[in-house]
């Protein structure tokens, strides 16, 4: 089992920057991606951003290319979103996830969510 603790999250003015963290913790060994994801009230799910935990591979959401960006701190086994240019539609409860090397693309731990929201 792995366990994930999201922290950062707030309410900013639209332009600003906020910086989610997402800290693992148990075993974290077997995974291969770390991820966000952000679910606005009355919508789906969606995928934000992820990153490799091996080789530090990045993947964006074509909505937050250029604004986000996803990094990763091994040694405190923590996941970063930088979150520049915040947008109104921005607005949403972010998710940190993890996927393990046996599975690689299906994301099976879940962080509790943190509130991030954009006043314009």
């Known amino acids: 089992q792995v366990q994930l603790v999201e922290s950062g999250g707030g309410l900013v003015q639209a332009g600003g920057s906020l910086r989610l963290s997402c800290a693992a913790s148990?075993?974290?060994?077997?995974?291969?991606?770390l991820g966000w994801f952000r679910q606005a009230p009355g919508t789906e799910r969606e995928f934000v951003a992820a990153?490799?935990?091996?080789?530090?591979?990045?993947y964006y959401a074509d909505s937050v290319k250029g604004r986000f960006t996803i990094s990763k701190e091994n040694a405190k086994n923590t996941v970063y979103l930088q979150m520049n240019s915040l947008k109104p539609e921005d607005t949403a409860v972010y998710y940190c996830?993890?996927?393990?090397?046996?599975?690689?693309?299906?994301?099976?731990?879940w962080g509790q969510g943190t509130q991030v929201t954009v006043s314009s």
């Open positions: 996830a993890a996927s393990s090397i046996t599975r690689s693309n299906v994301y099976d731990f």
């Open positions: 148990g075993r974290t060994a077997n995974t291969y991606k």
């Open positions: 990153i490799t935990w091996d080789f530090g591979i990045r």
